[in-house]
């Protein structure tokens, strides 16, 4: 869940601002928005996620970060993903490595309070950073993983909902099955008509 806090801030003030906050915060030009906690399916999903990816990199060159790394999107755009990975020499834009600039791969597990939001807007937000060759939405009611990988004719979704399905990370030379994105998850199911 997502809710504007303050008024408007300029970038200097937000960062200042966010570094003395133990919770994190997302900046939108000009606007700062608290990121509330996960559920426990939101929580397990990112893990298995993280676990099946970091299995299959092993020692290359690319590197997994947590929801706690910061992703500048724009000039006056700050956002938080649930997990992010970059491929080669990580750059930041500050020395203190708390904004990450190159991002390769960007993921978000929806909630209810957030599904338009990565579904619309953190997807258009993600579009514009160049290193971003891949977004993973993922959701966490049912079982449906969407993939927006860049292309010379632009971006292209991927639909995935088969428990067999294979998702292709050709970014990170690596494959995430839905299998191991829900492993441990259980869905309700619609009771009858």
Same mark, same amino acid.
């Given at each position: 869940?997502? /809710?504007?806090?303050?008024?408007?801030? /300029? @970038?200097?003030?937000?960062?200042?601002?966010? #570094?003395?906050n133990?919770?994190?915060?997302?900046?939108?030009?000009?606007e700062?928005? #608290?990121?509330?906690?996960?559920?426990?399916?939101?929580?397990?999903i990112?893990?298995?996620?993280?676990? #099946?990816? %970091?299995?299959?990199?092993?020692?290359?060159?690319?590197?997994?970060? $947590? $929801?706690?790394?910061?992703?500048?999107? #724009?000039?006056?755009?700050?956002?938080?993903?649930?997990?992010? *990975? @970059?491929c080669?020499?990580?750059?930041?834009?500050? +020395?203190? +490595?708390? $904004?990450?600039?190159?991002p390769?791969?960007?993921?978000?597990?929806?909630?209810?309070?957030?599904? +338009?939001?990565?579904?619309?807007?953190?997807?258009?937000?993600?579009h514009?950073?160049p290193?971003?060759?891949?977004?993973?939405?993922?959701?966490?009611?049912r079982?449906?993983?969407e993939?927006?990988?860049? *292309?010379?004719?632009?971006?292209?979704?991927?639909?995935?909902?088969?428990?067999?399905?294979?998702?292709?990370?050709?970014?990170?030379?690596? +494959?995430?099955?839905?299998?191991?994105?829900?492993?441990?998850?259980?869905?309700?199911?619609? %009771?009858?008509?």
């Open positions: 869940m997502v /809710t504007n806090l303050k008024p408007r801030l /300029t @970038v200097q003030e937000y960062l200042a601002w966010e #570094a003395e133990e919770i994190k915060h997302e900046y939108i030009d000009g700062v928005y #608290a990121m509330s906690g996960g559920t426990g399916k939101h929580s397990s990112i893990i298995n996620i993280t676990v #099946a990816i %970091g299995q299959q990199l092993g020692d290359s060159v690319c590197a997994l970060h $947590s $929801s706690e790394m910061r992703v500048k999107v #724009a000039e006056n755009r700050y956002v938080y993903p649930d997990l992010s *990975a @970059v080669g020499v990580e750059q930041f834009e500050d +020395e203190g +490595e708390t $904004s990450l600039l190159n390769i791969l960007v993921v978000e597990v929806t909630s209810p309070s957030s599904i +338009e939001r990565d579904r619309v807007a953190k997807r258009d937000l993600y514009e950073v290193s971003i060759q891949g977004y993973l939405v993922i959701d966490q009611h079982l449906c993983t993939l927006y990988i860049r *292309a010379d004719i632009g971006w292209l979704l991927q639909v995935y909902t088969d428990p067999d399905d294979v998702i292709p990370l050709e970014m990170l030379n690596c +494959e995430l099955p839905l299998a191991e994105i829900y492993r441990g998850i259980r869905f309700e199911e619609a %009771g009858p008509d």
